[in-house]
């Protein structure tokens, strides 16, 4: 199983501000932005120019099943593993005791699901679709 390490997501209180920071004062891309129903939140993607790594911003409504309490500057949301096979992925970490946690969920570009580290934090296994 291959494993790449693919993007950082981060916990966000604020989307619109979040937005302003990483595109207009960092001068990162703004990629895409939409709201994902099965978490009740909505995701930013960023990327900056000349590199090959990016920005996922998550804002969660308080209600969502995966919101948890805020702590100023500790606001890793989960780490994203990119897999040619998002269910060889998960068969594969659930027989080694990492069971699924939520998901599948599905947006135009990529099918995802999370599963926890020995710690609790939280990893995304992601497919890509095919363009």
């Known amino acids: ?6 993007y950082t997501a981060i916990r966000v209180r ?7 920071f990483y595109r207009d004062v960092l ?11 099965e978490t009740r939140g909505e995701a930013a993607y960023f990327e900056s ?27 890793l949301d989960h780490l994203a593993f990119q897999v040619d ?10 027989e080694r005791g990492y069971p699924k946690v ?3 969920i599905e947006s135009p570009a990529a099918r995802w699901a999370y599963v926890n ?9 992601y497919e890509r679709k095919p363009r």
């Open 117 to 125: 580290d020995p710690d609790g934090l939280w990893i995304e296994v």
């Open 27 to 37: 001068g990162m891309t703004l990629r895409a932005r939409f709201p994902f129903a």
């Open 102 to 104: 939520l998901g599948p």
């Open 85 to 94: 096979s998002l269910e060889a992925a998960l068969a594969y970490l659930s």
């Open 49 to 75: 120019e000349g590199s090959d790594h990016s920005i996922e911003a998550n804002w969660y409504a308080s209600d969502s099943p995966i919101a948890g309490p805020y702590r100023e500057g500790d606001e």
């Open 1 to 6: 199983m291959k494993f790449r390490f693919g």
């Open 14 to 20: 604020d989307l619109d501000r979040s937005v302003a």
